[in-house]
């Protein structure tokens, strides 16, 4: 079992990127993106259902993040417009499964992938 991220960057303020993360070797319930930055601990972006009718958001990137899945593909993406200095970080990917609350909880995620460095300039 497998998860790939990849799409990170260097990017200015304000500007976009669009993140990936290839899974291989099964198929999960619901995915979650989380990041860390230098000197913190892991915090949650945001995560989907299978289905991905449904998607969760944390406050700090609402409007601007968007994350969505292809099941045909076996692939979850983050699209990140409007980056700010402060959405720099190691942003993971992670994979439950089978459904299980909170999303926003890491405990509640099996599987990780290695994570994709973003980097915002002023």
């Known amino acids: 079992v497998q998860l790939q991220a990849s799409g990170g960057g260097l990017v200015q303020a304000g500007g976009s990127l669009r993140l990936s993360c290839v899974v291989s070797?099964?198929?999960?319930?619901?995915m979650g993106w989380f990041r860390q930055a230098p000197g913190q601990e892991r915090e949650f972006v945001g995560g989907i259902n299978w289905s991905g009718g449904s998607t969760y958001y944390t406050d700090s990137v609402k409007g601007r993040f968007t994350i969505s899945r292809d099941n045909a593909k076996n692939t979850m993406y983050l699209q990140m417009n409007s980056l700010k200095r402060e959405d720099a970080a190691v942003y993971y990917c992670a994979a439950q499964r089978v459904a299980r609350w909170p999303y926003s909880e890491s405990r509640t995620y099996d599987y990780w992938g290695q994570g994709t460095q973003v980097t915002v300039s002023s």
């Open positions: 070797g099964r198929t999960f319930s619901s």
